[in-house]
């Protein structure tokens, strides 16, 4: 299946200032084999918190566990702020091709997250 069909994205909002995160580093990987990461794609957030589509046109869905690596601390210390988490990992699996849309809501000390559309 292709991937026109499968679309993983993201938006990363600060909720104590209830605006987006913007320049935020996100990796997005794939487990193989039970036990190894591969990273599949890696960006920024763009000014609205949003990283639109961690996978390219060439890549075929592949069902399986995936992460979203969030560089939190990295975002905070260009803000000059403090923050309890130095990243956020966010596991999930997907057992079809469609559009997963996996939101961010943090601080600098809590944070959510769930299946968006």
């Known amino acids: 299946m292709s991937s026109s069909n499968f679309k993983i994205t993201t938006h ?3 909720t104590s200032k209830g605006l987006p995160v913007c320049n935020m580093s996100v990796k997005l990987y794939i487990l193989k084999n039970d036990n190894e990461w ?3 794609s890696e960006g920024k957030t ?3 918190g949003r990283f639109e589509n961690f ?3 060439y890549l075929e ?3 399986g566990t995936y992460k979203l690596h969030f560089l ?8 000059d702020s403090k923050t309890l988490y130095p990243f956020i990992d966010v596991t999930f699996d997907i057992d079809k091709a469609g559009h997963y849309h996996i939101p961010l809501l943090l601080n600098a000390f ?4 769930y299946r968006g559309s």
């Open 12 to 14: 990363v909002l600060d």
């Open 38 to 40: 591969i990273l599949v």
């Open 46 to 48: 763009l000014s609205s």
């Open 55 to 57: 996978i390219d046109d």
């Open 61 to 63: 869905f592949t069902p």
């Open 72 to 79: 939190v601390k990295q975002y905070y210390d260009s803000i």
């Open 110 to 113: 809590g944070y959510t997250t």
